[in-house]
């Protein structure tokens, strides 16, 4: 079952990925429904007095929304994200061959939702690979570049020269690098990249109630 937020609707969801969906009903929003990613969590914001019938049809619209805004933006290829650890882990060998000549072969791979600290991390010694789940609302070439960090560290422990020769064939080593130091950057600060309830983020799906079924 996904976890609820408090005042929030009790309906059992997740998103096509498998990641939890919150249902967050708010006294302040009359006009308007709106999704987004809230730390791992989808999170769909509706009006308070909205009956059950509404929710589930604005929940069902609002999360396709999302899900086809995140397909627009994963690397340009249309690929839907490796959602699950079995996806994560093929994905993980198309990236060892493609950018690390199928060196690195991690025993296994996958999404966990402890790690607060980090954004991945690999133990050579048995080979495994864990990447945090805050992770996924983020581009794909982001989450790749942690991906191919964590194989990285299979092949070579440290932060040395040899590790970061390693990672030089992948195009946007820097530009998520920057991006990974901007989200803790404002998470430091207690900034949000989602936005609470996301009435002024423009990257938010969005919609208008029409009059009639307001």
């Known amino acids: 079952m996904s976890p609820r937020a408090a005042g929030s609707s009790s309906i059992p969801l997740t998103t096509h990925e498998g990641a939890p969906v919150v249902v967050r009903r708010s006294v302040r929003r009359r006009r308007t429904v709106a999704a987004f990613w809230e730390n791992g969590t989808a999170v769909v914001a509706i009006p308070a007095h909205f009956t059950r019938a509404q929710e589930r ?46 060196r690195s072969l991690p ?18 010694a048995d080979g495994t690979i864990r990447l945090s789940d805050k992770l996924r609302p983020m581009p794909q070439w982001v989450i790749d ?57 423009s990257q938010a799906p969005e919609e208008k109630i029409p009059s009639g079924a307001r």
Do not use: C, I
């Not at 995140?70 to 198309?94: F, M, N, Q, W, Y």
């Not at 025993?107 to 050579?124: E, H, K, L, M």
């Open 145 to 201: 570049y942690v991906l191919l960090h964590e194989l990285a560290h299979l092949l070579v422990a440290g932060h040395n020269a040899a590790f970061w020769r390693l990672l030089e064939a992948y195009p946007d080593t820097e530009r998520a690098k920057a991006f990974l130091e901007g989200v803790s950057f404002a998470t430091s600060r207690g900034l949000s990249m989602d936005g609470q309830e996301n009435d002024g983020n």
């Open 57 to 102: 049809e604005w929940v069902h619209r609002m999360l396709e929304k999302l899900r086809l805004q995140g397909v627009r933006r994963s690397s340009g290829t249309g690929k839907r994200r490796p959602a699950t650890d079995a996806a994560l882990a093929a994905h993980a060998a198309e990236l060892s061959a493609k950018y690390l000549g199928g």
């Open 107 to 124: 025993s296994s791979v996958r999404w966990v939702s402890n790690q607060n600290s980090r954004w991945g991390s690999a133990t050579p």
